[in-house]
């Protein structure tokens, strides 16, 4: 598969992370850079803050579920030096993945990170306002899961709407 | 919090026209000035990551018709290449400069109606809107001529476009692209430097480029606030390289400048159509794909400068013929990030200056 024009490889970026956050390195192919979880808040304000690798803007982050693990994927942007960095995290846990936010380096994940909780499940510990964003509080389940095939004892249609039951105002 | 009068909660939308579409704000107020805001979003969610998931990749196209239903061709565009990437398919010269003028088009069409909006917040009820319709109306018709439907254009496919333009569009486009700066600059004598437009956005939404760039801006949000980032000079693709034109910037980085970094994407637009036609090489249009495209394991990430920003398609293959993971990065949506830091403290007119300066579409918002 070949990289974006301007991507960097993931083993170039391995080095100086290895160097500034120990242990957090797992794994680097010359497409991205797996990091450990717990270690990824660490990763992405070295990687923020270093002058050559320049990694300013969270251009994007979603999770892909592999059926027994989430890979949380970060693509980060130098605008300066006109480079890309791919950064995975890969989680182990399916039931109640969790792994540090990044919203203290970037406020451009608090909606990512908040769509990712909503869709996947994937909980993101020190984001400040963790909730559903286009489903409601309450929705059973996490739609993009891949075991997520049916709404649960709801099938077809969805159950009343949300606010009519619970007794929950709506806000 | 001192408060001066007793704070209360106001809602607008999700019907409301300052809100563009289905797409809530929960307000609090003191007196006129925001203490706090919220956005409520979903209601146009239609899943289509998940759908996405269980349909071939040419299946796929339409939703990105529909994600962002005012630049359905940038949708379109930005899909293709990450698919073409992923599976390392190899496009025509002819296909990708017809790429570039319809997405160009696009970007006309849909700054036209960004900055038609944004001064019908601004209190210029509907009327430079409507003018504006008049070059995006004509956009549509050569849509229309080409691919027969007007928003929900599907016309890229992987390795190509889906038809030649027919013969009676070559005019057509060249009489727009004659007459569009021209146009431009009716709509510049009317709008810039109009005292009442100066006096709703100068000042309003401000975002510094350090915020800018932590929040994940992009498109003319980004360059609104002064830094020169453009993916089509940034990582050129479709052959943008090959084209003349320039990165306009803002220098406050507030709403205005947003409009006005619009208005002059127009006229670079116009620039680049201009130049790819002239130089339109022949040739095919499509490469032939299967219809059932297997690629090899492995994942893609593609981008392009859409109207709203980094338009990003992020696709995972299993090596199955449809996509094991299907993501948008939606610039609506993220360029939404910093809405806290614009609307609290503003007063409430100012805040419906600056979300309309976001130019969101809720289509693209919600999936």
């Known amino acids: 598969m070949p990289a974006g024009p301007r991507q960097l490889s993931g083993e170039a970026v391995a080095a100086p992370i290895a160097a500034a956050v120990p242990d957090a390195i797992l794994r680097a192919t010359d497409e991205w850079v797996e990091v450990r979880p717990e270690r990824v808040a660490d990763v992405l304000r070295f990687l923020h803050d270093d002058a050559d690798l320049d990694a300013r803007q969270l251009s994007n982050l979603c999770a892909v579920d592999r059926h027994d693990r989430f890979e949380v994927v970060y693509h980060l942007q130098s605008l300066d030096r006109n480079h890309q960095i791919v950064v995975k995290a890969i989680v182990g846990e399916h039931e109640e993945p969790a792994l540090p936010s990044a919203t203290g380096v970037y ?15 994937v909980r993101f510990e020190g984001h400040p306002d963790l909730r559903r964003m286009f489903l409601w509080e309450g929705y059973p389940g996490f739609p993009l899961r891949k075991d997520f095939l049916q709404i649960p004892e709801h099938h077809p249609g969805l159950p009343k709407f949300p606010f009519e039951e619970s007794g929950v105002q709506a806000r | 919090m001192t408060t001066a009068t007793e704070p209360y909660v106001l809602n607008i939308g999700p019907q409301h026209p300052s809100t563009h579409g289905v797409f809530r704000l929960r307000v609090v107020m003191d007196g006129e000035r925001i203490q706090d805001v919220e956005m409520v979003v979903g209601y146009l969610h239609r899943s289509m990551e ?5 349909r071939t990749y040419t299946q796929n196209i339409p939703f990105t018709d529909r994600a ?15 698919v073409e990437r992923l599976a390392g398919v190899e496009v025509p010269e002819r296909a990708s400069c017809l790429r570039v003028i319809f997405a160009e088009l696009q970007r006309i069409a849909s700054h036209s109606m960004a900055n038609g909006t944004f001064v019908n917040d601004a209190g210029a009820w509907q009327t430079p809107l409507m003018y504006m319709f008049r070059e995006r109306e004509r956009i549509l018709d050569l849509f229309e001529m080409t691919c027969g439907a007007r928003l929900t254009t599907n016309y890229m496919r992987i390795g190509g476009v889906a038809f030649d333009p027919p013969d009676e569009f070559y005019p057509a486009i060249e009489s727009l692209v004659d007459e569009l ?11 810039v430097d109009n005292e009442i437009l100066l006096a709703r956005g100068r000042g309003v939404g401000v975002i510094s480029a350090e915020d800018a760039i932590n929040g994940s801006l992009a498109g003319p949000m980004l360059r609104g606030s002064g830094v020169p980032w453009d993916l089509r000079k940034a990582e050129p693709y479709c052959g943008y390289d090959r084209f ?4 306009p910037v803002g220098r406050q980085g507030d709403a205005y400048d947003r409009f006005l970094v619009r208005l002059e994407e127009v006229r670079q637009s116009t620039k680049i159509i201009r130049q ?4 339109l090489p022949s040739g095919p249009h ?6 059932a495209l297997r690629p090899d394991p492995g994942e893609a990430y593609a981008r392009v400068e859409g109207p709203r920003g980094e338009l990003g398609f992020y696709v995972v293959s299993d090596g199955g013929s449809a996509p094991f993971r299907f993501h948008i990065r939606a610039p609506s949506l993220i360029n939404l990030s910093l809405l806290r830091e614009m609307a609290i403290g503003a007063s409430l007119p100012d805040a419906i200056v600056a979300l309309g300066s976001v130019d969101i579409v809720v289509g693209e918002i919600d999936r």
């Open chain 2, 276 to 279: 790819a036609l002239d130089g």
């Open chain 1, 107 to 121: 406020k451009g994940a608090l909606l990512q990170e908040r769509e990712v909780y909503d869709l996947m499940g």
């Open chain 2, 68 to 82: 962002d239903y005012l630049a359905a061709m940038s949708g379109n565009l930005g899909y293709c290449l990450a």
């Open chain 2, 50 to 54: 998940k759908l996405a998931e269980e």
């Open chain 2, 244 to 247: 003349d034109f320039e990165i």
């Open chain 2, 181 to 191: 700066p021209e146009r431009i600059e009716e709509y510049a004598e009317l709008l």
């Open chain 2, 286 to 291: 499509k490469t032939q794909t299967p219809l």
